[in-house]
């Protein structure tokens, strides 16, 4: 058998022997098992894995660059049918830049009440 040491809010793992001494660095905790093979789980304090969720900051920082890279390409596809006098494609664009920014505001208001609920 042996015994199974991890670092807080990390997936870092150390497994040692039961016939080994060891004295764990800084902030590891001895957990109950090995962590999952499959998924990103971190180490908790109370010695079980959890799975590693994304922070409130880094759910909107990658919304905020999916809806930016959406917007700069609808912006490119506006400005050649604007060279083009394609008035169709125009509003086209147009309408698909409103439901772009009705999902933002809809993706934006979701990762708030998911923060609200976690507090």
């Given at each position: 058998?042996?015994?199974?040491?991890?670092?807080?809010?990390?997936n870092?793992?150390?497994?040692?022997?039961?016939?080994?001494?060891?004295?764990?660095?800084?902030?590891e905790?001895?957990m109950?098992?090995?962590?999952p093979?499959?998924?990103?789980?971190?180490?908790?304090?109370?010695?079980?894995?959890?799975?590693?969720?994304?922070?409130?900051?880094?759910?909107?920082?990658?919304?905020?660059?999916?809806?930016?890279?959406?917007?700069?390409?609808?912006?490119?596809?506006?400005?050649?049918?604007?060279?083009?006098?394609?008035t169709?494609?125009?509003?086209?664009?147009q309408?698909?830049?409103?439901?772009?920014?009705?999902?933002y505001?809809?993706?934006?208001?979701?990762?708030e009440?998911?923060?609200?609920?976690?507090?």
């Amino acid at each position: 058998m042996s015994k199974i040491y991890a670092v807080i809010g990390t997936n870092l793992m150390t497994v040692v022997a039961d016939s080994v001494r060891y004295n764990p660095a800084t902030n590891e905790v001895l957990m109950q098992s090995e962590r999952p093979a499959e998924g990103d789980y971190v180490a908790s304090a109370d010695g079980t894995w959890k799975k590693d969720e994304p922070t409130t900051e880094e759910k909107l920082a990658a919304l905020d660059a999916s809806y930016t890279a959406q917007k700069q390409e609808l912006a490119n596809e506006y400005t050649d049918a604007l060279i083009h006098a394609d008035t169709d494609a125009q509003e086209l664009v147009q309408h698909e830049m409103t439901e772009l920014d009705e999902w933002y505001d809809e993706e934006y208001r979701k990762i708030e009440e998911e923060n609200e609920e976690g507090e």
